[in-house]
């Protein structure tokens, strides 16, 4: 079997990858772990979709290389592996190589091996068994691809980090230089300035005064532009409304609040009566006379036929 996957990843990020069992195992589609502590990163359950049908093998993965013996398109790395089935009497076993050639803009990903196995595995048809593997290794290649991609952001982001808190260190002994030499300079201005301030104190104390202390600009007044044609007037604001504007906001709101609380609703939010009950009420208004009139017909019929007899 072979199966040749190029991605765009430089080599280097994926040796890194590939010399981590942890994260490898994390790149191996439908991996699971096991439980115990002590055993290898690679050790666990593999559930492999062949054929329509899922089997579970349960087993132990072992990665070595790259060593002093990788080929001379770049450095290889050999994957062997056994596993039974958790559900049967089915055993599997896989010797991988793994070549890592450098391309222009990534790497080329060469798989090339051997797989045995039974049970299950034997009884699915021709070509089953094939696709599932390179199924299963283009899973395995793009999850390798998105560990190392977030691998080298990791590495960059804490370069990064270095950079910035050297930089920072060092424009820190810049400040506490200048701080330093700033410091020693103040000192002699200061000592050269006491000895002026205390020859030509006297003269500068004859004109101390409260009139004399200097005002800032922003305490003068600011008179109002003389082009401002309300400058002058003064608005105010009435109490109460007049007498119009309460015509107005009465007419607008329409009846007072005592006036909504304790009367019917009128207008459009008035209610309507619904058709069932007014049909019934009119059918009613003329039951009654009809039933009058045919009694009062009923009694004058059978007069007049009495009076014939």
Not at 198 to 208: F, I, K, L, M, P
Request: charged share 25%; glycine share 12%.
């Amino acid at each position: 079997m072979e199966h040749e996957v190029f991605v765009p990843v430089p080599v280097p990020t994926l040796l890194r990858t590939l010399g981590d069992p942890a994260r490898v195992a994390r790149c191996v589609p439908g991996f699971q772990q096991d439980a115990d502590a002590s055993a290898s990163p690679l050790a666990g359950r593999l559930k492999l979709r062949a054929g329509g049908h899922t089997i579970t093998y349960r087993g132990e993965l072992r990665l070595t290389g790259p060593g002093d013996g990788d080929g001379p398109d770049g450095p290889r790395l050999s994957v062997t592996g056994t596993g039974a089935e958790a559900r049967g009497d089915g055993a599997v076993e896989v010797a991988l190589t793994l070549a890592l050639t450098a391309r222009d803009g990534g790497t080329t990903l060469t798989y090339s091996g051997t797989a045995e196995g039974g049970g299950r595995l034997a009884e699915l048809e021709d070509g089953a068994a094939l696709a599932a593997a390179h199924r299963l290794l283009d899973r395995f290649t793009q999850q390798l691809v998105t560990e190392s991609l977030a691998e080298r952001g990791e590495g960059e982001a804490e370069v990064k980090a270095e950079e910035d808190a050297s930089r920072d260190a060092d424009a820190g002994a810049e400040d506490a230089g200048t701080d330093t030499g700033a410091g020693s300079t103040g000192t002699d201005a200061d000592a050269d300035s006491a000895g002026t301030d205390d020859a030509g104190g006297d003269s500068d104390r004859v004109g101390e005064g409260p009139d004399d202390a200097p005002r800032s600009v922003y305490d003068s007044p600011v008179p109002p532009p003389s082009l401002d044609p309300v400058a002058g007037v003064e608005f105010t604001v009435p109490d109460e409304p007049t007498a119009e504007a309460a015509h107005a906001r009465r007419t607008m709101i329409g009846r007072s609040a005592e006036e909504v609380d304790h009367a019917p609703p009128r207008g459009r939010y008035a209610p309507v009566p619904s058709m069932d009950a007014g049909g019934t009420n009119t059918t009613l208004r003329w039951v009654a006379p009809a039933a009058a009139l045919a009694l009062a017909s009923a009694v004058v019929l059978g007069r007049a036929l009495r009076r014939r007899r």
